[in-house]
């Protein structure tokens, strides 16, 4: 049976207003039920108490309110967690809570993959890409906030303060989608993330840098990882079409960024490739102008990975050179490694045992193997 309802999640102000207004109801119908979905967490249109009881079965028949199907929920010992989600048609991605003390940042996916194939990236070697809907990159923090049972959602001391588009995908090549969903997630009458606190990450799709920033506001950070554009072009190929100098140009002007709001430059740490003290006082180099901080990542290995992480040694070496330039640059303690918090390892892992037991299925002879593995 296929459910034709219509999702709510996902939809913008003016959406809901539309649809509710063709039923014929006033603008403040979908004021309240706007409250519903995104302040209170609701799912079940019964529960909606303020709605008028004839509103309400109208309502069920048109609209469903649904979170993406969890395939894993994994819970490590250091407190993070991580979701594999189930969206339509079977795609998947992954969203990770990294708790700090009092507060924790959601890492959220923007794609199924990525088409942007970084050589030290994961998520780039899987063949399957697709966009995730506004609905389904929303729909992550809400399964995260049900984890949590941050619902309504709380004025001050949440654990789900912040959010990172660091998980799978290229948030800016998926711009339009990414934008609505963050704007859904900024609303004050909703979930009321605030713009200070959400932080957008790419690597470097330059001509959307400025319209994020004046379109949202959110933070900046840029996955850099090279200071020459000729390692860059090898390890990252968006550098090909958008070199140092215009990426390096557009943080200049990326509006909002002030010593108080600073640019994350995200730095992964590749043994014997762009981790000795020239590189350090290069990057130092590259920034100059730019209201700065970096972020040392250790290189999180995986199977058939080109590289190794850089020695502790090394990325102290480096770390100092950038401290003593005057800018912070902690090395990223690596988290949830037993749940493998890595960038698109746990969908990958799950598609090779998928992958197993469907070749076992298929010499077994077994009837039930219509659970054919998407590419890994
Ligand atoms: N596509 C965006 C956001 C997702 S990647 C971007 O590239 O910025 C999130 C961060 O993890 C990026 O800085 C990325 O370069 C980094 N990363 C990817 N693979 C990694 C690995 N194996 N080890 C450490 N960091 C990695
Ligand atoms: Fe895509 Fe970012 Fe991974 Fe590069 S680092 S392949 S842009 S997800």
Known sequence: MTDERINLIGLDRAELGSLLAEMGEQPFRARQLWH?????????FDAMTTL?????????????????????????????????LRFARGHEAETVFIPEEDRGALCISSQVGCTLTCKFCHTGTQLLVRNLTAGEIVGQL??????????????????????????????????DEVAKALKIIMDGEGIAISKRRITLSTSGVVPLIRRCGEDLGVKLAISLHAVTDELRDEIMPIN????????????????????????????????GVNDSPA????????????????????????????????????????AEIVNAAGYSAPIRTPRGRDIMAACGQLRSETQRERLSR???????????DHEAPAPA
């Open 358 to 368: 469907y070749k076992t299925r298929l010499a077994t002879g077994a009837e039930d």
């Open 142 to 175: 809400m399964v995260a906030r049900d984890s949590y049972g941050e619902w309504p959602a709380p004025k001050g001391g949440r654990l789900l303060s912040n959010i990172v588009m660091m998980g799978m995908g290229e948030p800016l090549m998926n711009y």
């Open 36 to 44: 519903w979905v995104y302040h209170r967490g609701a799912t079940d």
């Open 279 to 318: 590189d350090a006082h290069a990057l130092v180099r590259l920034v100059k102008g730019i209201p700065a901080k970096f972020n040392l990542i250790p290189f999180n290995p995986w199977p058939g990975a080109p590289y190794q992480c850089s020695t502790m040694d090394a990325m102290t070496r480096f």
């Open 52 to 84: 008028a009881k004839d509103f309400r079965p109208r309502l069920a028949e048109r609209f469903c309110v649904e979170r993406p199907g969890v395939t894993t929920e994994l819970r490590s010992a250091d407190g993070s967690r991580k979701w594999l």
């Open 240 to 271: 090909r079409k958008y070199p140092l100098a215009e990426l390096m140009a557009a943080c200049r002007d990326y509006p909002g960024a002030d010593n108080a709001r600073r640019i994350t430059f995200e730095y992964v740490m590749l043994k």
